[in-house]
């Protein structure tokens, strides 16, 4: 069992800039294919981004291409998303997810995920 936190959620306007945390308390962090989702309000969750457990291949989905980056820092158990370029459309609560089960070398759909983080709001103003 792992469990996930993410932080650094908030309000900010349009254009601008979060970075998002996430810190897994399962070792060793670097068995944990990880990625990103959000779900807004009345919509389904869905996919962001991902990065493989060494950390060199990342997946974004096509709405945040060029504005978010996904990277992790296996010493320190933790999965970042940088994301730049805000749009109101970004608002939503965003949720870390991770699979350490090996046929799945990354998370990019939700049937692929098998922990949650409890999830952190990002609300972006027009």
């Known amino acids: 069992q792992v469990q996930l936190v993410e932080s650094g959620g908030g309000l900010v306007q349009a254009g601008g800039s979060l970075r998002l945390s996430c810190v897994a308390s399962?070792?060793?962090?670097?068995?944990?294919?990880m990625g990103w989702f959000r779900q807004a309000p009345g919509k389904e969750r869905q996919f962001v981004a991902a990065?493989?457990?060494?950390?060199?291949?990342?997946s974004y989905a096509d709405s945040v291409k060029g504005r978010f980056t996904i990277s992790r820092d296996n010493a320190k158990n933790t999965a970042y998303l940088q994301m730049n370029s805000l749009k109101p459309e970004d608002t939503a609560d965003y949720y870390c997810?991770?699979?350490?089960?090996?046929?799945?070398?990354?998370?990019?759909?939700?049937?692929?995920?098998?922990?949650w983080g409890q999830g952190t709001q990002v609300t972006v103003s027009p």
């Open positions: 997810a991770a699979n350490n089960q090996v046929l799945i070398s990354m998370v990019v759909n939700l049937a692929q995920v098998a922990y």
């Open positions: 399962g070792r060793p962090f670097s068995n944990y294919a």
């Open positions: 990065i493989s457990r060494g950390g060199s291949t990342k």
